[in-house]
C-alpha cells in the first residue's frame, strides 16, 4: 500500500510564498497522476494542481501564473510551489495520488493560512 505524508504549509503574509511537499511511501507501481486539492467548508475538494505520468500539467485558473506542481520521481514526491500568495489562497491542501488503474490515495491535509 501507498501512503502520502503532507508537509509545508504554515501561516504566510499575503504576498508571500510555500512550498508544500508530498511524499509517497510504499511501492508505487502504475502511477497515473499526482495532483494537489483544496476544500472550502460546505463545498467538495477542488482540483488546485496535477501533473501526470507524462509530466503534463494543468492548474486552476486563479492559480495559474502563481503556482507551479512538479515531481520528484527519484523520491516518489510531489511539490506545490506557492508564490505571491492571497487570503482567498487560505484552505486545507491535499495530496492526491492516482494510479493507471483508477486506485486513489489521498493525504491527511496541510492548512495553508495567509493572513495579514
Known amino acids: 500500500q501507498v501512503t502520502l505524508v503532507e508537509s509545508g504549509g504554515g501561516l504566510v503574509q499575503p504576498g508571500g510564498s510555500l512550498r508544500l511537499s508530498c511524499a509517497a511511501s510504499?511501492?508505487?507501481?502504475?502511477?497515473?497522476?499526482l495532483g494537489w486539492y483544496r476544500q472550502a467548508p460546505g463545498k467538495e475538494r477542488e482540483l488546485v494542481a496535477s501533473?501526470?505520468?507524462?509530466?503534463?500539467?494543468n492548474y486552476l485558473d486563479s492559480v495559474k501564473g502563481r503556482f507551479t506542481i512538479s515531481r520528484d520521481n527519484a523520491q516518489d514526491t510531489v511539490y506545490l510551489q506557492m508564490t505571491s500568495l492571497k487570503p482567498e489562497d487560505t484552505f486545507v491542501y491535499y495530496c492526491?495520488?492516482?494510479?493507471?488503474?483508477?486506485?486513489?490515495?489521498w493525504g491527511q491535509g496541510t492548512q495553508v493560512t495567509v493572513s495579514s
Open positions: 492526491k495520488l492516482t494510479t493507471i488503474g483508477g486506485h486513489e490515495y
Open positions: 501533473i501526470t505520468r507524462g509530466q503534463s500539467t
Open positions: 510504499g511501492t508505487v507501481f502504475g502511477l497515473a497522476a
